[in-house]
């Protein structure tokens, strides 16, 4: 359950990036979503792999997406905060994600302690797609 749960995160993270695209039609580049798409089917393919070595490797694939993937949401977030409005999920998601991401790689030595905070990560991650969807729609339904 917990290798499907491993798999499903940055899958999951590539149809929001999805979402993400078609709800903010008419801002800026959509160039670091489409990054962020590659990266998360990339990582996907990557923790399948993993997980067939050990949990150390796993930690270090998914702590490596975190940082990336975080990184990409601060840099959108903070971007449109002007143009869009109510960016502070996205923000919040960013800088909670490259610091997961630095963590899991700090535990990558200790898999114990790294798999249970997976958990952890995962439903404030799935909080703040909520909240991103939630403002992006209200200011789809204001912009039209």
Not at 37 to 51: F, H
Request: no cysteine; hydrophobic share 55%; glycine share 12%.
């Amino acid at each position: 359950m917990t290798g499907f749960l491993l798999l499903l995160y940055p899958a999951w993270d590539v149809a929001a990036t999805f979402f993400d695209i078609q709800a903010s039609r008419g801002t800026s580049s959509k160039l670091p979503q489409y990054v962020n798409i590659v990266i998360g089917v990339l990582t996907t393919v990557a923790v399948g792999v993993a997980l067939k070595q050990n949990v150390p490797t796993v930690l270090l694939v998914f702590g490596t997406w975190a940082i990336i993937t975080g990184l990409i949401q601060l840099t959108l977030g903070l971007g449109r905060r002007r143009t869009l409005g109510g960016q502070w999920p996205m923000i919040l998601s960013g800088g909670q994600s490259v610091i997961a991401g630095v963590s899991f790689i700090a535990m990558a030595h200790s898999p114990t302690i790294g798999i249970l905070n997976l958990a952890g990560y995962s439903a404030f991650g799935a909080l703040y797609f909520l909240l991103a969807a939630f403002r992006l729609g209200k200011a789809q339904a204001i912009q039209q």
